[in-house]
């Protein structure tokens, strides 16, 4: 061990951080292949490491005027005419306008595809969640643009929750909203 001393000291100061390099370099190799053989890989099972999962497949409910209601899995990303289209497709009585067909669907929604009998059960009024945008512009008040933007709004969302929800759709102020409130109904 002497003699090691001994020839380390006779090197120049660049040479010893050289071989101090190269012993601490060899350390820490031969430990870390030590420690890698000696402790065995977490797993799933053991709780200590669980693998990110990504989910490939959403759930939607389709209710409504289709020819078989119910649950579906889809693939992520699929849009709502692929609902419909798992679900038989609309029934004859069914509003198209109501379903904006290009929305991309969300795991745990439900789509409904309304009616188109929504007079008839109204009492005359006209429904927010059921109307097509010529039967919105039938409203005083409500042209062929404005009618568009409501069933654009309901398509985005769903239904309306309430008719003062209308008040959302860009062009609805309160003087035009108090003026049809009475002739709509959900």
């Known amino acids: 061990m002497e003699q090691v001393i001994h020839w380390f000291r006779q090197q120049t100061l660049a040479k010893r951080w050289q071989i101090l390099l190269a012993a601490a370099l ?10 890698s053989s000696s402790v065995s890989s977490p797993t799933e099972s053991s709780g ?3 693998p990110l999962k990504f ?9 409504g005027e289709v020819l078989n209601p119910g649950l579906y899995e889809l693939p992520v990303g699929a849009m709502a005419k692929t609902a ?3 679900a038989g497709g609309m029934t004859k009585d069914a509003q198209a306008a109501s379903v904006n067909l290009a ?16 007079v008839s059960a109204s009492g005359g009024k006209i429904s927010l969640n059921q109307a097509s945008a010529d039967d919105l512009d039938a409203l005083p008040g409500i042209g062929p643009a404005l009618s568009q ?3 654009e709004y ?4 769903g239904s309306f929750q309430s008719i003062e929800e209308l008040t959302e759709v860009s062009g609805i102020g309160p003087k035009l909203f108090a003026k049809i409130r009475d002739q709509l109904t959900l």
């Open 26 to 35: 060899a350390i820490g190799v031969i430990g870390y292949s030590f420690s």
């Open 48 to 50: 200590v490491f669980e």
């Open 55 to 63: 989910e490939s497949t959403i759930h939607v409910h389709v209710v």
């Open 84 to 86: 419909i289209d798992a």
């Open 103 to 118: 929305r991309t669907l969300t795991d745990g929604e439900q789509l409904t595809v309304l009616s188109t009998t929504m």
């Open 149 to 151: 933007r409501i069933v």
């Open 154 to 157: 309901r398509a985005t969302i």
